[in-house]
């Protein structure tokens, strides 16, 4: 995170007019907001404005006084006022660190998301207050490096994962609420669902999405140029999620401003202009509007479900040799990334030591065609499976390191949950020059388990489905234990995954 000197150049300036010309009152104080996005790309998704404090809840963090640095910034001493800026502006980005999610790379974003989205299934069932918290514990643990002796794997599980599903826009929230066999051969990695089965799932969800319809038509038909063109605009900046998001919003927006004056001008010339009439039109709009909003979440949400269920229904009844073969599906294993910043000085270490670093974002992957889905779906339902197990193996081998085990955490969740270790070190190489404190964090394995268990992580679930309760990949029909695909030798390369590596063996480097 870069912050600018902009703001605390500005509350200081002022505190020194002010106190020059004599002018009293409140002073002027700087309030860090931090805004996070469930998912900045998705539509219907929330933002939580996190609050600073550690349990009680505020909007905003603690407003910074600039008592403690005016008298810096008034001396006369020859770049003691930059010097106080500079002071201010590390104080906002610490506070700014500590309400938003960091990652040392996109690669442990992206699996950290996964990751969450596995354990809490349903999108909405995240507290928001706790949601920065959640998901900085899981970027922490994963990029502790020797968490596990399988680290490296299960981190390539999940990153597939987490690519197949934005390649092929689904998500595993929709795709875990599709019921699949219980059945799990103990010598296959995944089994195949029955072609009957989600045959049967398409007909109850489409069922279920027809009966609602009736009910949401006219809704619809009234807001679908908003969802049309909020679309469009979100496909101007295909790698940017804030452009995205920026872009629905305003779309959105200036549609919604046309849309219900000219429906409320419509009912009160129905009305006849009347003053009655007005009244009428406008509370009809405002029903209008919220009977929308009320529903558009559940109608949403079972059209999602139709359109995945359809996907597996083609991807489970095609040919397996319809299957994209290993080489034809790498370029959809690896995740897209957001272009580097051109405004970000990537040069400059963070401004704050106990901060945690930003890595070089990987170049960015040029856009990809979306690929079809009875030649896709079987690799996503396999590489979901492989996800939970890897994910349940994470935290299994957590529980049985032993109450010592520990993973790294960032400063300030680790002073609330764990320890720091503080280590002065010489910014020159001959022990010469200035000497800061670099700040290592750290929290108890078991406690950080617990700690997700406690805001309604299912970690048991996750073992209960490896133990053979759940069905969500495929192996193919027409080769005994060989998972689909065009290549041989794939089924060894799979039953590799699942062995424990010694943490002393060279990692696989995830790109």
């Not at 709009?285 to 999602?304: E, G, I, P």
Request: proline letters at 6%; aromatic letters at 10%; glycine letters at 6%.
């Amino acid at each position: 995170m870069q912050v600018k000197d902009g703001a605390a150049w500005a509350g200081l300036e002022y505190t020194k007019w002010a106190a020059d010309h004599g002018i009293e009152g409140p002073e002027v104080k700087i309030v860090p907001t931090a805004i996070v996005y469930t998912n900045k790309s998705k539509y219907r998704s929330d933002v939580s404005v996190e609050p600073y404090s550690l349990g009680r809840e505020l909007a905003f963090g603690p407003p910074i006084s600039m008592e403690q640095y005016k008298e810096q910034f008034f001396s006369d001493e020859e770049g003691a006022a930059r010097a106080a800026v500079k002071r201010l502006t590390r104080a906002i980005e610490r506070q700014l660190v500590e309400t938003t999610i960091n990652a040392p790379d996109w690669d442990t974003l992206y699996i950290a998301r996964m990751a969450r989205d596995l354990l809490w299934e349903d999108e909405r069932s995240i507290d928001l207050k706790e949601f920065v918290t959640i998901s900085q514990t899981l970027v922490d643990l994963f990029s502790t490096k020797d968490a596990t002796p399988n680290f490296c794997s299960v981190r390539r599980h999940l990153l597939e994962y987490y690519s197949l599903l934005q390649s092929t826009h689904l998500t595993n929230s929709v795709l875990s609420s599709l019921p699949l066999p219980e059945t799990l051969s103990p010598t296959h990695p995944t089994p195949l669902p029955s072609r009957l089965l989600t045959l049967s799932i398409l007909v109850r969800d489409t069922l279920a999405a027809l009966i609602r319809l009736p009910f949401f038509l006219f809704p619809l038909i009234l807001h679908f140029p908003v969802y049309v063109m909020g679309r469009l605009a979100a496909g101007l900046s295909e790698h940017e999620e804030e452009s995205q998001a920026q872009n629905k919003v305003v779309i959105g927006l200036l549609l919604l401003m046309l849309i219900y004056p000219a429906t409320f001008w419509v009912l009160w010339a129905v009305l006849s202009f009347t003053s009655y009439g007005a009244l009428v039109a406008g509370l009809t709009v405002w029903a209008f509007a919220y009977y929308h909003t009320r529903l558009v979440n559940d109608n949403y949400l079972h059209f999602k479900r139709v359109t995945a269920a359809w996907r597996a229904l083609v991807g489970v009844w095609a040919p397996t040799r319809w299957d994209l073969s290993l080489a034809a599906l790498s370029q959809y294993t690896t995740p897209l990334t957001p272009p580097e910043s051109p405004w970000v000085e990537r040069s400059k270490r963070s401004s704050t030591p106990d901060l945690p670093a930003q890595a070089t974002e990987p170049p960015v992957v040029l856009k990809r065609t979306r690929p079809a889905s009875r030649r896709i779906m079987r690799h996503v339902l396999r590489a979901r499976g492989e996800a939970v197990r890897a994910l349940a193996s994470v935290f299994g081998a957590l529980e049985d390191a032993g109450e010592n085990k520990q993973v790294v955490a960032c400063a300030h969740l680790a002073r609330r949950f764990g320890w720091v270790d503080e280590v002065k070190v010489s910014m020159e190489e001959q022990g010469q020059g200035p000497v800061e404190v670099q700040v290592q964090g750290y929290r108890h394995a078991r406690e950080v388990i617990s700690f997700l268990r406690l805001r309604g992580a299912k970690i048991a679930t996750l073992e209960r489905k490896i133990e053979g309760g759940w069905a969500g990949t495929l192996v193919s029909e027409e080769e005994d234990g060989t998972p689909g695909g065009s290549e041989d030798g794939e089924g060894e390369a799979e039953e590799d995954d699942i062995v424990w590596v010694p943490s002393e063996s060279h990692p696989k480097t995830v790109e």
